[in-house]
């Protein structure tokens, strides 16, 4: 893999420092190359929807990449405006009536059903990618317990909204 990636560096820069003029057979054997490489890397990974990405690596959960720069671009240096933003993009209100975003389903002695958890891998993705560029220079630091209230919090705020 190492070998694979001093390929691509090289070969990446010889391209760029190089004019394209696309009548030469070595620049299209080297842009091949790259090419062949920059497949063998991705060809592992997991297909995204068009456009999109995920939000950390493994996460499983995608989201447009314009969508997410521009919600970094928006929410800098704020770490708690950051998870607004994605809040409101992963949950719909719906989904928040009457849910919970950490714990189990809750049962109701007086015969009502208990509330619902939100999907553990949205919460635990956004978690975690908010409390990632909290590490990051030119971002506030959070703490992950001021976050936990932030969806409990959030939670509440759209359960008595009937939008």
Same mark, same amino acid.
């Given at each position: *893999? ?13 391209? $760029?420092?190089? $004019? ?56 800098k240096p704020n770490c *708690?405006?950051? +998870? ?5 993009? +992963? +949950? ?11 714990? $189990? ?13 939100l999907d553990r891998k949205k919460v635990d ?25 932030? +969806? ?12």
């Amino acid at each position: *893999m190492m070998i694979g990636r001093l390929t691509h560096r090289r070969s990446y820069r010889r391209i $760029r420092e190089t $004019r394209w003029s696309g009548d030469d057979p070595g620049q299209v054997r080297e842009l091949q190359t790259l090419c062949d490489l920059i497949g063998e890397r991705y060809c592992g990974s997991p297909a995204s929807p068009s456009g999109q990405q995920e939000l950390f690596p493994g996460s499983g959960i995608f989201i447009s990449s314009f969508r997410l720069a521009a919600m970094n671009h928006a929410s800098k240096p704020n770490c *708690m405006r950051l +998870f607004h933003a994605l809040f409101d993009h +992963f +949950f719909t209100v719906e989904e928040c009536q009457n849910a919970v975003p950490f714990g $189990r389903p809750g049962n109701n002695p007086s015969g009502k059903e208990g509330k619902q958890v939100l999907d553990r891998k949205k919460v635990d993705g956004i978690l975690t990618y908010v409390l990632r560029c909290a590490t990051l220079p030119d971002w506030e630091p959070i703490e992950e317990a001021k976050l936990k209230k932030a +969806f409990v919090n959030k939670c509440r705020a759209r359960a008595g909204s009937k939008e």
